[in-house]
């Protein structure tokens, strides 16, 4: 019995002995394959590696030129020498303290990560990587998240270490880093958002441009100043602790104040800044990422940005880089008209802030409903200074009033049983809204509560929906700031913690507008490589969100918004529309969001700061500009009505069932290359207990619409 124990554990350890040789040789080929690799890359393309790039070119609608998104890595790139000390000790105090002593691995930050990757069951959360590390990943490898790439970049970064000497890894790194807003290197970086050459800048100056290159998406100083300013202080009292810096110094440069001063050639137009994005997270899908719009709490919703905004910030440098070719839905016919309409409109008020940006704007998005893409979008009004401005209309989320019934109120109640001429009670809520004005009317039909923007009405039928329900609808549709505090009957009437954008809003009305099928708005339609090679296609798929009939009842009923209820100021005489009005407490957001069968127009006016708008005019600013473009949108085109929902078979009905009640509806398969929203969608909600509003109810009763 013992002999053949002997054998078995003989055999076994055989076994063992063989595989394990097995895995040593084949992990060595690996290695030596990636080894040999690592060199080839390195010796072949030389110091020219690190100031190549290509020019991506962006083309509208008609396949036209816009603009071109050109680095700044070849025409500002440094010396060792030219490159301020403070720069040095700063970038080196934050992401390598140990940069002149390792050999490109720090071999304990290595496995400070291993560690962290046990404790998170093997997903990678941190990478251990030097400056070296980073210098190999950014000129020579992609950014995905992989065993094979981090292998791969400790291999270059090691060879990087044998060709050349500590300064001139710096050197490199320095001028390759990416500072957000199209600039590589600490010179284009400087001389964009300050107009200066590095070595005229403050201390303070270069640390807050130092600040950006950690996180370029979170640290946008054009977006973000307030987070931009804290890293900087932060790296200060790092190199004060570290005596690079004496206490003078460092308070000195704490209290300085920054004021950006960007340069004429810097300007990115509403346009550019739009096309960026969309490509952006076209490229990101491509590479794989996951976009997520619910989550199960702030944690889990901090940690998701985290990977985000890091997938984020590589594939929007690389479009400074990379060669792409973007091929667009803009027309630039109907931006240029809708750009003018928006300046006409909104020049009666000519306050402007400190940067010299008007305090009263606008911000507009109109979509095909056709293709779901793009065709003209407004960030704001048209500006004198050369500098930045934001993007409002997909930048910029705010209260969107009564505009946001119809999306998760009533288009949900008429899946569930409601009509358009279903009795409903306007009558005093206790600790609910009051309606605009203050008269109520007793029974009244659906259609006329949304015709005349009855809160009421809209509050009571919100609560026999659930906020949980009727909120679902604007996550399935990819709306980005939707939060726990929001699962409140307020929501019902526009009361939300962040709001919406004109880029969101105008895709949900064009849901209602295609029978409740929803597509992620875009104006990618393709790109390619410097060759033509395609490398997306903007075709977006398809999702149901609301059930046919109801999607066509309501645009039936808001139809009669601008016959005869609360729109009928703005009805345009060349074309059949529907659309809702909203506004909210203190005239603080004033909305217009409409369509046809042709076109969907989102509107917003308001100051940026929101306060109230205390005249007549600026509360009509909104419906004006939608008015205005959608006629000039239809000049020529033939009236086209809507397809009645009486007209709707019944057959055609049972086989589009209404699936809200669980929302589990899947996407239609069809080209899935930007679309936002992924196979993998959370539903985290759906398990979730019902959300309450927290604190009393009466801070919610304020807003209203109209």
């Known amino acids: 019995m013992k002999k053949i124990i002997k054998k078995i554990f003989l055999y076994f350890f055989l076994i063992i002995l063989l595989a394990t040789l097995v895995a040593v040789i084949w992990l060595g080929s690996i290695l030596f394959k990636y080894q040999d690799e690592a060199s080839r890359r390195v010796s072949d393309s030389g110091e020219e590696a690190f100031k190549a790039s290509q020019t991506s070119l962006i083309y509208d609608c008609e396949g036209e030129l816009i603009t071109s998104l050109v680095g700044e890595k070849d025409v500002y790139y440094l010396e060792f020498e030219e490159i301020p000390y403070m720069v040095k000790r700063a970038l080196i105090t934050?992401?390598?303290?140990?940069?002149?002593?390792?050999?490109?691995?720090?071999?304990?930050?290595?496995?400070?990560?291993m560690l962290e990757l046990v404790k998170n069951d093997g997903v990678i959360t941190q990478g251990g990587s030097t400056i070296t590390q980073q210098l190999s990943r950014n000129i020579y490898l992609s950014h995905e998240v992989s065993y094979e790439r981090k292998l791969k970049e400790m291999l270059i970064a090691r060879e990087l270490e044998k060709r050349y000497d500590k300064n001139k890894i710096l050197e490199f790194y320095i001028?390759?880093?990416?500072?957000?807003?199209?600039?590589?290197?600490?010179?284009?970086?400087?001389?964009?958002?300050?107009?200066?050459?590095?070595?005229?800048?403050?201390?303070?100056?270069?640390?807050?441009?130092?600040?950006?290159?950690?996180?370029?998406?979170?640290?946008?100083?054009?977006?973000?100043?307030?987070?931009?300013?804290?890293?900087?202080?932060?790296?200060?009292?790092?190199?004060?602790?570290?005596?690079?810096?004496?206490?003078?110094?460092?308070?000195?440069?704490?209290?300085?104040?920054?004021?950006?001063?960007?340069?004429?050639?810097?300007?990115?137009?509403?346009?550019?800044?739009?096309?960026?994005?969309?490509?952006?997270?076209?490229?990101?899908?491509?590479?794989?990422?996951?976009?997520?719009?619910s989550f199960e709490d702030n944690e889990d919703r901090e940690e998701y940005y985290e990977k985000y905004y890091a997938s984020y910030d590589v594939w929007s440098s690389k479009l400074y880089t990379g060669g792409y070719r973007i091929y667009t839905s803009i027309d630039m016919?109907?931006?240029?008209?809708?750009?003018?309409?928006?300046?006409?409109?909104?020049?009666?008020?000519?306050?402007?802030?400190?940067?010299?940006?008007?305090?009263?704007?606008?911000?507009?998005?109109?979509?095909?409903?056709?293709?779901?893409?793009?065709?003209?979008?407004?960030?704001?009004?048209?500006?004198?200074?050369?500098?930045?401005?934001?993007?409002?209309?997909?930048?910029?989320?705010?209260?969107?009033?009564?505009?946001?019934?119809?999306?998760?109120?009533y288009t949900p109640a008429l899946e569930n049983g409601y009509e358009p001429d279903s009795i409903l009670k306007d009558e005093p809520i206790?600790?609910?809204?009051?309606?605009?004005?203050?008269?109520?009317?007793?029974?009244?039909?659906?259609?006329?509560?949304?015709?005349?923007?009855?809160?009421?009405?809209?509050?009571?039928?919100?609560?026999?929906?659930?906020?949980?329900?009727?909120?679902?609808?604007?996550?399935?549709?990819?709306?980005?700031?939707?939060?726990?505090?929001?699962?409140?009957?307020?929501?019902?009437?526009?009361?939300?913690?962040?709001?919406?954008?004109?880029?969101?809003?105008?895709?949900?009305?064009?849901?209602?507008?295609?029978?409740?099928?929803?597509?992620?708005?875009?104006?990618?339609?393709?790109?390619?490589?410097?060759?033509?090679?395609?490398?997306?296609?903007?075709?977006?798929?398809?999702?149901s969100i609301y059930a046919t009939e109801a999607s066509r009842m309501m645009t039936d009923i808001l139809k009669g918004v601008l016959i005869r209820g609360t729109g009928r100021n703005y009805n345009i005489a060349n074309a059949i529309c529907a659309a809702k009005t909203g506004t909210t407490n203190e005239n603080k957001d004033v909305w217009f969001v409409g369509y046809s069968t042709y076109y969907t127009t989102a509107v917003w006016c308001g100051y940026d700061t929101p306060k109230e708008i205390n005249d007549g005019y600026g509360t009509t600013c909104s419906g004006t500009i939608w008015s205005e473009f959608m006629t000039y949108l239809h000049d020529g085109l033939e009236t086209r009505d809507f397809l009645s929902y009486a007209q709707y078979e019944e057959e055609e009905s049972s086989s589009d069932e209404n699936v809200s009640e669980e929302l589990t509806d899947e996407y239609a398969e069809t080209d899935d290359s930007t679309s936002e929203q992924t196979e993998n969608e959370t539903t985290t909600l759906d398990d979730e207990e019902e959300v309450t509003a927290p604190g009393d109810s009466e801070l919610y009763t304020e807003y209203w619409g109209r």
């Open 430 to 543: 206790k600790d609910g809204p009051v309606n605009s004005p203050n008269v109520y009317a007793g029974d009244i039909t659906l259609r006329y509560a949304v015709e005349t923007s009855k809160n009421t009405t809209a509050w009571a039928l919100f609560q026999e929906l659930t906020p949980k329900k009727g909120l679902k609808y604007l996550q399935r549709m990819n709306f980005t700031k939707i939060y726990k505090e929001d699962f409140v009957p307020a929501a019902s009437i526009g009361g939300m913690t962040y709001g919406v954008s004109t880029v969101e809003m105008a895709e949900a009305y064009s849901t209602i507008a295609n029978d409740g099928m929803f597509r992620k708005s875009t104006c990618i339609v393709r790109i390619t490589d410097a060759d033509g090679n395609k490398i997306i296609s903007g075709n977006a798929k398809e999702k």
């Open 333 to 409: 016919k109907k931006q240029a008209k809708l750009q003018e309409i928006v300046d006409n409109t909104l020049s009666f008020y000519t306050s402007k802030n400190e940067e010299g940006v008007y305090d009263f704007q606008g911000a507009v998005t109109c979509v095909d409903n056709t293709t779901g893409r793009v065709v003209a979008i407004v960030g704001g009004r048209s500006e004198e200074n050369s500098g930045y401005t934001i993007n409002r209309a997909y930048q910029s989320h705010r209260q969107p009033g009564s505009t946001i019934k119809p999306l998760i109120v």
């Open 94 to 113: 934050t992401e390598d303290r140990k940069f002149y002593e390792h050999t490109g691995l720090d071999y304990f930050a290595i496995a400070r990560a």
């Open 175 to 293: 001028n390759n880093i990416y500072f957000a807003n199209g600039f590589y290197g600490i010179q284009a970086a400087s001389k964009g958002y300050f107009s200066k050459t590095i070595e005229q800048l403050s201390l303070s100056e270069m640390i807050f441009l130092c600040a950006i290159p950690n996180n370029p998406s979170k640290y946008d100083p054009y977006l973000y100043m307030s987070d931009t300013l804290d890293r900087r202080d932060r790296i200060l009292k790092q190199m004060y602790e570290q005596g690079d810096i004496d206490l003078q110094m460092y308070k000195q440069a704490v209290d300085e104040k920054i004021f950006l001063k960007p340069a004429i050639h810097t300007t990115n137009n509403y346009i550019e800044t739009y096309v960026r994005h969309s490509a952006t997270l076209a490229l990101m899908q491509k590479d794989g990422f996951k976009f997520r719009y």
